[in-house]
């Protein structure tokens, strides 16, 4: 799944609720690709279980326009890291 910021309020969603559910449900790994994480890993662990990763496209918190001047380089590096941890 793709967001543009992780916060305590993301699972608050329902598309949100109703992929991890039906993760949990298939025995499946949850897998977040985010521009900004702004939550801690043991609260994403409480909601999400402990079978998550979390990759952040701006890992830097970098202002809107640099991400924009920058945004596809941020992406391929972090799914680069992805394939990688898979």
Do not use: R
């Not at 992780?6 to 949100?16: A, M, R």
């Not at 985010?34 to 890993?41: F, R, T």
Request: one cysteine or more.
């Amino acid at each position: 799944m793709v967001w543009c910021k992780l916060d305590s309020q993301t699972f608050e969603g329902k598309t949100v609720s109703a992929v991890l559910d039906a993760a949990k449900e298939a025995n499946k790994k949850v897998i977040l690709v985010v521009g900004v994480n702004e939550i801690s890993k043991e609260e994403c662990e409480f909601k999400c279980g402990k079978d998550i990763k979390i990759y952040e496209t701006n890992p830097e918190h970098l202002d809107f326009e640099s991400v924009k001047k920058h945004s596809k380089e941020m992406y391929i590096k972090a799914i680069k890291k992805l394939i990688e941890e898979l």
